[in-house]
């Protein structure tokens, strides 16, 4: 969900020292520097065709609402392009966003296959994934996909991870977007029970897969150095 969307630059020292060389991290994950970030974030429920797809292009913003009988489309303009400051950071460490922080999550697995180095992790809200996939010297593929635990779509679970984002994201565009989207989590929550409630299901808990989030962003470098904000 970014989405959801991409809290960048908090830092994880990796959990298992011996699945993933300190070479290997130097050679995949993008050295510290300023990016500018391009990115496709969707975030399902498994039972109901209900979601949010957001697009970000330079200084654009799309938010596509998904429902059963509609799609809605909303286009934003940014203040300026996105972009994350990945700062220096120990040698086995990855840039990663700030909802899968340690206090929250805990890393499960690491793997490289390639040019690509793929973290596990066991969070709050379920299972989440991150694929770091270096394209060329300036040019990086970084995927996420997650599942969120709730049973009934409930879009009330993002909570945590937009709290999360919004205190601790890599930028003030980062944590004024998680803001935003808190505070439009009522108003889209009143409008899922109203989808629900016209196929005859209400909101709950469980400890089923309620949600699958995915994103892929795509980071290029574009300076050397930066200042984390």
């Known amino acids: 969900m970014q989405n959801k969307y991409l809290a960048i630059a908090a830092l994880l020292a990796a959990a298992n020292a011996a699945a993933v060389s300190q070479a290997d991290y130097a ?17 399902m429920h498994t039972r109901q065709p209900l979601g949010i797809r957001t697009q970000r292009s330079g200084a654009t913003e799309t938010s596509t609402y998904i429902a059963p009988d509609q799609q809605v489309t909303r286009q934003l303009p940014l203040d300026q392009p996105e972009t994350t400051c990945v700062p220096p950071r120990p040698a086995k460490a990855a840039p990663l966003p700030s909802y899968m922080l340690p206090a929250v999550c805990k890393n499960l697995s690491e793997t490289v296959s390639g040019d690509s180095l793929t973290l596990v992790h066991q969070c709050q809200t379920g299972r989440m994934s991150i694929v770091f996939q270096r394209l060329d010297s300036t040019h990086w593929q970084v995927s996420h996909a997650a599942e969120i635990m709730g049973g009934v779509p409930n879009v009330t679970a993002l909570k945590p991870m937009l709290e999360q ?51 892929v962003q795509r980071w290029t470098r574009i300076a050397d150095q930066c200042q984390p904000r």
Do not use: F
Request: cysteine-free; proline content about 7%.
């Open 27 to 43: 050679r995949i994950m993008p050295p510290p520097g300023l990016y500018s970030i391009e990115a496709d974030a969707t975030i």
């Open 165 to 215: 984002m919004a205190r601790h994201g890599a930028s003030e565009q980062e944590r004024q977007q998680a803001k935003r989207m808190l505070a439009e989590l009522p108003q889209r929550q009143a409008a899922l029970e109203a989808q629900l409630a016209s196929i005859g299901m209400k909101p709950g808990y469980t400890n089923q897969v309620a949600m699958r989030d995915t994103s």
